[in-house]
């Protein structure tokens, strides 16, 4: 009995499926060709028609028969060969917030019987760009530029193309996809960064600095002895071979894991431009690291990622969204993904309160360095210096290198 029931219900199941199968096929086939306004035209057209047969009122066949010429005439006008083929090509796939971008869009006919006329539909982001197709005879083909300018860092869909055919009145329609679409990133602006020094020195993971220094561990020359030299960085052997006492030096090595890390909250931005320039501030000071070969952790709301390459973190960058459900203690989510960093920057927007800064920089390791830049669209910029972490105030990405400059 319990096989009997689980088989019916299997077999309702399959019935239920190919039902839904057939409705959305169905559906299709009426959609496809013909538009809403199209089958309102033609319901109303038999609804006269039937109404006429009924009351005789000559106004009615008048409007059935109307309907009728349109829904022919729109047919006809829509017919055509559309077998086009198609392509989409950018000018760049990366391009900065402010740059232009060309979109080359190439149709051509590789069948044998010409083409008709068609309307072409490219969108980009939430833009379309409609265009014009005149009829291609056999091999012909032809493309069509559009130029946008890129207003704003985002991740830019171009395309699909669809091609479009149909009547004027917009009974009749035939669409087809012909091309893929293509993502362009709108990388952050960003500004050049002195190199950045900071870190924990004499460290065996450590990079050279390029600082030569008295002491430490990657061995770089030796040079004569001064008084007040430390005896004990004597190398004896060559001091022998010269006759005068020779002082090693050494290359400074810095151990300089980074990780920053941007809020995302809009309540703490004043402005949409405020939370572009923490975008800007935090992308910047990244692709510094990401230059010098630092390793870098970059945290954006539930974003954590080990970029290799500046282009591949500014891909990151052009993808961040505000989100109001982001953590609030940045530091509480930064650490659980990079909790051994030897310098922790936060960006963060002019609303975030101070209390809460120094609260969630608490948490850090000391033996790290922390600096949070607190985006200020509009303000002086200045530096202030707190027990656990340096705040500094950008009021304009400018002011970014000069910040910079006095903290490394």
Same mark, same amino acid.
């Given at each position: ?9 299997s ?5 239920g499926r190919?039902l ?13 060709? +013909?538009s809403?306004?199209g ?11 039937v ?9 009615l066949?008048?409007f ?6 349109m829904m022919c ?14 392509s ?5 796939r990366?391009v ?8 080359? +869009?190439?149709?051509d006919?590789?069948?044998?019987t ?9 969108p980009?982001?939430?833009?379309h760009?409609?265009f014009?197709i ?9 493309q ?9 860092r ?19 329609r035939h669409?087809?996809?012909l ?6 990133f ?9 190199p950045?020094?900071?870190g +924990?020195p ?15 561990l990657?061995?770089y ?6 008084p ?5 960085? +004597? ?6 071979k010269?006759g ?6 050494y ?8 990780s ?9 931005y ?6 572009e320039?923490?975008v ?5 000071i ?14 954006a709301?539930?974003?954590h ?9 500014l891909?990151?960058?052009?993808a961040?969204e505000?989100d ?8 509480e ?15 963060v927007?002019?609303?975030k ?6 609260r969630?920089?608490l948490?850090?390791?000391r ?9 200020n669209?509009?303000?002086?910029r200045g530096?202030?210096?707190?027990a656990?972490?340096t705040?500094?105030?950008i ?13 490394a």
């Open positions: 009995m319990a096989f009997s029931s689980a088989f019916t219900a077999r309702h199941r399959r019935a190919t839904s199968r057939l409705y959305r096929r169905v559906r299709r086939l009426l959609t496809a060709y +013909v809403p306004l089958w309102a035209v033609t319901g109303a057209g038999v609804a006269c028609l109404t006429f047969l009924i009351v005789g009122w000559h106004e066949l008048a059935a028969c109307v309907s009728a010429v005439a729109a047919i006809l006008l829509s017919l055509g060969n559309t077998r086009f083929h198609a989409i090509e950018v000018s760049s990366r900065t917030a402010g740059d232009t971008v060309s979109v080359i +869009v190439g149709i006919n590789a069948g044998k010409p083409t008709a006329t068609a309307r072409g539909d490219l980009i982001g939430q833009v760009e409609r014009h005149p009829m291609l005879a056999p091999g012909q083909s032809k069509t530029n559009v130029e946008f300018r890129a207003i704003s985002a991740l830019l869909t171009v395309g699909p193309l669809r091609i479009r055919k149909g009547d004027p009145f917009g009974l009749i669409e087809k996809e091309a893929e679409h293509i993502t362009v709108i990388h952050p602006k960003t500004v050049r960064l002195n950045l020094n900071a +924990v004499r460290d065996l993971e450590g990079q050279p600095s390029g600082q030569i220094v008295d002491d430490d990657d061995f020359g030796l040079r004569e002895y001064e007040g030299d430390d005896v004990r960085n +004597v190398h004896w052997l060559s001091s022998a010269t005068s006492l020779m002082i090693r030096q290359e400074a090595t810095r151990r300089t894991d980074t920053v890390t941007i809020d995302i909250n809009p309540d703490d004043t402005t949409g431009e405020e939370f320039l923490a800007s501030i935090h992308s910047s990244g692709v510094q690291c990401l230059l010098q070969d630092r390793p870098l952790f970059a945290h709301g539930d974003a990622a080990q970029p290799r390459n500046a282009m591949a973190f891909d990151d960058a052009s961040i505000p109001r459900e982001d953590n609030p203690n940045l530091a989510s930064t650490l659980k993904h990079s909790p051994d960093a030897s310098f922790y920057f936060f960006t927007g002019s609303l309160n101070l209390d809460h800064i120094k969630m920089t948490a850090l390791p033996s790290a360095r922390c600096v949070v830049l607190q985006a669209a509009g303000a002086n530096i202030r210096r707190f656990n972490f705040l500094a105030t009021g304009e990405l400018d002011d970014l290198p000069m910040i910079m400059g006095v903290l």
